[in-house]
């Protein structure tokens, strides 16, 4: 399975600290704990003796550094997976086939990002988009937000902007206006890049005064990631000049069920984070029950399965590139 090869979000960062947390990811239970260095080690949250769930366990300090202790006989693992102590028997010097199931871990955009399996092609970075390179532009995390749908599907209703002016009246559209303008959109090697989107928006941001014709891009830069970057325009964006940007990422959690957040880079250095966060909870639980009454939850790549216009071409070519990339999870 491809998506096991990927890099995906499964927390905040922050979420992280001294006590061993459950995830989920692509249907496995996960522990994620920080070693005395800080770094964060994922592990399948299945301990390799009988079972137990290392997730209920604690962060030891040892003195060859951190060890995760299982909650049920006490063995400890060393940050490497591989079990330092089993209590029962003092003087066992456990081999080093008695460790726990290791996964890739790295911190990126604020989150904790896992892959399951190493990639052949290399080290590929969790994706990130342009605007995360400007420094001048404040960065800052909405989410997480639990959907009973799956991950292309959210992904797809990202790209949309013919549901702007029902879903989001007032807000991001209106329904007299809801007329999509064609734009262009073609695929690159990790997904698609659309162009040209424009939309006429009543209150496209927290700071918005006035309706706008705003413009976007929206770039697919992963199976379950995206980002749609704003042409800049006095109107739509709080600075000229800057390339403002909504990256959305998602856990794939179960083929049905995900974990969202969105990484704003903006130029508005007013508001608070509070005031940013209510705002994007707003638009985004405006879209959870349309999302989550979606039938089927997984996304039909056969394009026969639903009905399509030329305003969805993003969304086609977007099922055309899982179907090509193989992807299997969250799809059907
Ligand atoms: Fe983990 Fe026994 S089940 S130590
Ligand atoms: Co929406």
């Given at each position: 399975?491809?998506?096991?090869?990927?890099?995906?979000?499964?927390?905040l960062?922050?979420?992280?600290?001294?006590?061993?947390?459950?995830?989920r990811?692509?249907?496995?239970?996960?522990?994620?704990?920080?070693?005395?260095?800080?770094?964060v080690?994922?592990?399948?949250?299945?301990?390799?003796h009988?079972?137990?769930?290392?997730?209920?366990?604690?962060?030891?300090?040892?003195?060859?550094?951190?060890?995760?202790?299982?909650?049920?006989?006490?063995?400890?693992?060393?940050?490497?997976?591989?079990?330092?102590?089993?209590?029962?028997?003092?003087?066992?010097?456990?081999?080093?086939?008695?460790?726990?199931?290791?996964?890739?871990?790295?911190?990126?955009?604020?989150?904790?990002?896992?892959?399951?399996?190493?990639a052949?092609?290399?080290?590929?970075a969790?994706?990130?988009?342009?605007?995360?390179?400007?420094?001048?532009?404040?960065?800052?995390n909405?989410?997480?937000?639990?959907?009973?749908?799956?991950a292309?599907?959210l992904?797809?209703?990202?790209?949309?902007?013919?549901?702007?002016?029902?879903?989001?009246?007032?807000?991001?559209?209106?329904?007299?206006?809801?007329?999509?303008?064609?734009?262009?959109?073609?695929?690159?090697?990790?997904?698609?890049?659309?162009?040209?989107?424009k939309?006429?928006?009543?209150?496209?941001?927290?700071?918005?005064?006035?309706p706008?014709?705003?413009?976007?891009?929206?770039?697919?830069?992963?199976?379950?990631?995206?980002?749609?970057?704003?042409?800049?325009?006095?109107?739509?964006?709080?600075?000229?000049?800057?390339r403002?940007?909504?990256?959305?990422?998602?856990?794939p959690?179960?083929?049905?069920?995900?974990?969202?957040?969105?990484?704003?880079?903006?130029?508005?250095f007013?508001?608070?984070?509070?005031?940013?966060?209510?705002?994007?909870?707003?638009?985004?639980?405006?879209?959870?029950?349309?999302?989550?009454?979606?039938?089927?939850?997984?996304?039909?790549?056969?394009?026969?399965?639903?009905?399509?216009?030329?305003?969805?071409?993003?969304?086609?070519?977007?099922r055309?590139h899982?179907?090509?990339?193989?992807?299997?999870?969250?799809v059907?």
């Amino acid at each position: 399975m491809i998506e096991r090869r990927l890099w995906h979000p499964v927390v905040l960062a922050d979420q992280v600290r001294d006590a061993p947390l459950a995830v989920r990811l692509l249907g496995e239970d996960l522990v994620l704990w920080r070693d005395e260095a800080s770094a964060v080690h994922a592990w399948a949250d299945r301990c390799p003796h009988r079972g137990a769930q290392l997730s209920l366990g604690r962060v030891v300090a040892c003195e060859g550094g951190a060890t995760l202790e299982c909650p049920y006989h006490g063995w400890r693992f060393e940050a490497g997976g591989r079990c330092t102590r089993v209590p029962a028997l003092p003087d066992f010097v456990p081999p080093a086939t008695h460790r726990t199931t290791v996964h890739e871990a790295r911190e990126a955009h604020g989150l904790v990002w896992v892959r399951l399996e190493a990639a052949e092609a290399g080290d590929e970075a969790p994706p990130a988009f342009a605007a995360e390179a400007d420094p001048r532009l404040r960065k800052l995390n909405c989410g997480p937000y639990e959907v009973e749908t799956s991950a292309p599907r959210l992904v797809e209703n990202f790209l949309d902007m013919a549901h702007f002016g029902f879903v989001h009246e007032g807000w991001l559209g209106a329904r007299e206006m809801a007329a999509i303008d064609d734009y262009r959109v073609e695929p690159t090697p990790r997904g698609l890049l659309a162009t040209g989107c424009k939309a006429w928006q009543p209150q496209s941001t927290v700071h918005s005064t006035a309706p706008a014709q705003v413009e976007y891009s929206y770039e697919v830069m992963d199976p379950y990631a995206a980002v749609l970057t704003k042409v800049p325009e006095a109107a739509s964006v709080g600075i000229d000049g800057y390339r403002e940007a909504i990256a959305l990422y998602i856990c794939p959690v179960d083929p049905e069920r995900s974990r969202v957040w969105f990484r704003f880079a903006t130029a508005d250095f007013e508001r608070d984070d509070a005031a940013l966060r209510a705002f994007q909870d707003t638009i985004f639980l405006q879209d959870k029950p349309v999302l989550e009454s979606q039938r089927p939850r997984r996304l039909p790549l056969d394009l026969r399965a639903e009905l399509h216009t030329v305003a969805d071409k993003a969304s086609s070519l977007y099922r055309r590139h899982l179907k090509t990339r193989g992807i299997t999870f969250g799809v059907c």
